[in-house]
């Protein structure tokens, strides 16, 4: 039966260097991760028992009910899940510590008999597996728990404007080939601000690998520390 498209914000969810960790392992992070996530959706006050969810086995797919801001999984959610998941990370054991890559998209799908189809389906999971997200939060530093992948769409609709808690200067465009799909993404580190110099890519950013980078550190008390020889590197972490 044919159901009339709704336009819907998604996002999933992938744990890095999930495999090889233990079922033991698997089942206390993932329960951990579904915890955290809960509660920043308490926090960003979306209902989360009214998101339609699937388990991936190493993260979760995520479709938020009609009505919902795509703003409102950028600001508060993604900062406010980074901090709760260095928070964890603090006392967790090392098999079972979290990080992970977050991708953000929206469009109509079609939800019949508990199930949701749709294209942009198709371009949520493609967004998930970019190489470029995967490169990145692989050469950012232990503090960076969530690497954030938004679509062209959410940039435009939702990014560019700047709305309260979201600063555009903060996301790096790059560019992704995953199967059949080339695209464009913009690349977000909550707590982290990354400039990347011509030329280079935002892992060699973060892995420090660019000739002549500079680092500039920010403090709570607003104090920067520069340590300069070319190009530029920043990156500032918040206190959570």
Known sequence: MFTNPEYRPMFAV???????????????YQEALFAQLREAFATSRID???????????????IAPQGVAKSSLIHPLAADLAGRLRSYNRTAGDSTKIRIRMALHAGD???QDGRIVGRPLEVLARLLDAPPGRE??????ESATVLLLVSQHVYEETVQ??????????????????????????LHLPGHHVVVPAG???????????ANVQ??????????FNNQSGSQHIYGRDAR
């Open 14 to 28: 992938d744990v890095e260097r999930s495999s090889g960790r233990g079922n033991v392992a698997m089942m206390r």
């Open 48 to 62: 989360w028992d009214a998101c339609h969810r699937e388990d991936l086995g190493d993260g979760v797919l995520v």
């Open 109 to 111: 799908v079609h939800v």
């Open 136 to 141: 990145a939060l692989r050469a950012a530093p």
């Open 161 to 186: 404007h700047g709305y309260p808690g979201i600063d555009p200067e903060t996301f790096t465009k790059v560019r992704y080939t995953v199967k059949e799909t080339t695209g464009d993404a913009w």
């Open 200 to 210: 280079s890519s935002v892992a060699d950013v973060l892995a420090g690998n660019p």
């Open 215 to 224: 680092h500039n550190t920010v403090t709570g008390s607003g104090v920067m």
